[in-house]
């Protein structure tokens, strides 16, 4: 499985940049949902899921994107696999936009980007063998031409996620847990993607399981080089897996570090109170904020309950400023 | 050095569960005590049969699992034994259980006001007078750290987050003011960030009501933060039990080690992380021996004909080489 060059016609009427663009480029992203009036004459609100995040994926890197239930964190992964349309903002794929293109258009990139999920119980079909569940992306994308040769690379690439022929012929309602997120790892990896976007694909499982997909997805990588967006509320799981990590909070981005950088010298309270919360650091964790209305976009998001909030943080929302060691900070107290 | 009195005793305690037409054991042998104020952890991971375990101890057992053998002494009294109209006076008074989903615990119709107070009337014949009942929820309410009790007793189970709810149950559950609490992975559902705040609110309870506390968790870390025993349970079998520095510190079992020495971490960067292969076994697997023979990377041909208990002080495993 190596990386498949975006077919050229894509790039007709974009300038490509002389440097080679990273990977994944995510820019002024914004979502937001409509949520109840409160009453009959108020405007509608608009409860802000995404706001304005910025960030870059390099190939063959693996970004940690961390943060509480209700952050954010599946709505931008959704919007990056276009499974969701954002508002306003750019997503790149090695320096294209494909938010413009119509689904014709964005096929090429669809194969690009694949996705695995929490719950492989329902991403796999129940009434197909596993064999028909993994030669649909094939059929799909059209490759790999004839049928026996489709099911030769199959049988070839099982090998890779540790399963055998004999569970060809099985149904997902006959494998375990793991074997299940297997499959699905698998089913996304046979079109060869060059980012793999993997939304909590090992909370659902139990630790020594857990441990057994985390070995695979770290093998995978080391021999394909993949890119990958791993999204997870476990601070100790994508601290193992990822080079850098991203804190999200209230669809906000609060912190970027390398991840040594990140747990040697968080920076942003929030981060801080996560590393506590892990018992990673000496603190207190972070308090819980009570029904997540609609984020106003003139403060700190964290204000309310940072222990360091001051005035500035009420009435103003922080810019993000870069420092030493491509650390990235959204907070008052650094300047 | 019969210092505390002890509050529940589980004498060779086997569940069987129908599974293919036939039943099972999904519990097996299982014998522990616990103390008064004691509290202590039951880990092991999906399908051991932890679960099973607490719904026997608080008579919750599905209809078609069979009870099949075994005792259970509640402060003397063998639970097993007595009919369901007594049981009924221990389940809700001195024994309360907490589950994972507040969600499914509560009633999305009715305000949380009112699901408290029927508790309090149900469950509190103590106290008949309108506003001491009121007195004794605001002061639960006070104890699992909500603040304002009072709005909180006007709001539906929606308007709450999953950490308030999870709060919400805890309270109810302290009503009757039971002596054995049975918590069945009340933070698995929440954000690392809330579980550590819902467990500091469980610490406190038992400290401030001397409460006995059964820990039912498949997160290591959950346990080592609140219990001082710890059991490890699978495939329905206690396999390690001890103090829980010991069995997490110097654990003696292969499956307690291989649970330690798969969890992520920053420190294991960059290496693989020790794996078991395999899977626990399915029910109809479990007549052998030892259950975690075919996984253990230890294994000899000794495993397959016996396994023999050994014994530390009052930490015990069942295998044949312990570790360390």
Known sequence: MGFVQLPSVLK???????????LLQVQDLLKTYPVSKTSLFSAPNRFIAVNHLDFQLEKGEVLGLIGESGCGKT??????????????????????????????????????????FQDPQQVLNPSLTIEQILREPLIGFNLYGTAQQRRDYIRQQLVDVGLDDSYLTRYSHQLSG???????????????????????????????IQAQILNLLQELRQKYQLSMLFISHDLHVVSWLADRILVMYRGSLMEEAPTEEL????????????????????????????????????????????????????????????????????????? | ????????????????????????????????????????????????????TAQAIAGLLPEQVQRSQGHIYFDGVDLTQISEEALRSYRGFDITMVFQDSATSLNPLLTI??????????????????????????ESLEEVDLDNPKEVMKKYPHQMSGGQRQRVMLAMVMLPKPRLLL?????????????????????????????????ISHNIQVVHSLCER?????????????????????????????????????????????????????????????????????HTPQCDLAVQKHEQGDHWVLCNYPRS
């Open chain 1, 12 to 22: 007709g009427g974009e300038t490509v940049p002389p440097s080679q663009p990273p």
């Open chain 1, 75 to 116: 709505t931008t992964a959704r919007m990056i696999a276009r499974l969701l349309t954002p508002d306003s903002g750019k997503i790149l794929l090695n320096g294209t936009d494909f938010l413009p293109l119509d689904d014709y258009d964005f096929k090429p990139f669809r194969r690009q980007i694949q996705m695995i």
């Open chain 1, 178 to 208: 793991g074997q299940r997120q297997r499959v699905a790892i698998l089913s996304a990896l046979l079109v060869e993607p060059a980012l793999l976007i993997a939304d909590e694909v090992v909370s659902a499982l139990d630790l020594s």
């Open chain 1, 263 to 335: 747990l040697r010298n968080p920076i942003h309270p929030y981060t801080q109170s996560l590393l506590a919360a892990a018992n990673l650091i000496e603190g207190s964790p972070p308090q819980e904020v009570i029904g997540w209305g609609v984020a106003s976009a003139e403060c700190c998001p964290y204000a309310e309950v940072c222990p360091k909030s001051s005035n500035l943080c009420r009435t103003q929302r922080p810019p993000i400023q870069v420092l030493a060691k491509g650390h990235r900070v959204a907070c008052h107290c650094q300047q």
């Open chain 2, 1 to 52: 050095m019969e210092t505390k009195k002890e509050l529940l005793r589980v004498e060779h305690l086997s569940v069987s569960v129908p599974h293919l037409g036939q039943y099972y054991p999904a519990v097996q042998d299982l014998s522990f005590s616990l103390a008064v104020g004691d509290s202590v952890g039951l880990i092991g991971e999906s399908g051991s049969g932890k679960s099973l």
């Open chain 2, 113 to 138: 006001g009112y699901q408290l107070r029927e508790v309090v009337k149900l469950h509190c014949r103590d106290i008949q007078d309108p506003k001491a009942q009121e007195q004794r929820i605001l």
């Open chain 2, 183 to 215: 918590a069945d992975e009340p933070t698995t559902a929440l954000d690392l960030t809330t579980q550590q705040q819902i467990l500091n609110v469980i610490r406190n309870l038992q400290q401030k009501h001397h409460l006995t506390l059964l820990m």
């Open chain 2, 230 to 298: 710890t059991m490890v349970l699978y495939a329905g079998e206690i396999v390690e039990s001890g103090p829980t520095d010991l069995v997490l510190q110097k654990p003696l079992h292969p499956y307690t080690l291989a649970l330690l020495e798969s969890k992520p971490s920053f420190h294991r960067k960059g290496q693989p992380l020790e794996i078991v292969e395999g899977i626990v076994p399915p029910l109809e697997q479990r007549s052998i021996p030892c259950n975690f023979a075919p996984r253990c990377p230890f």
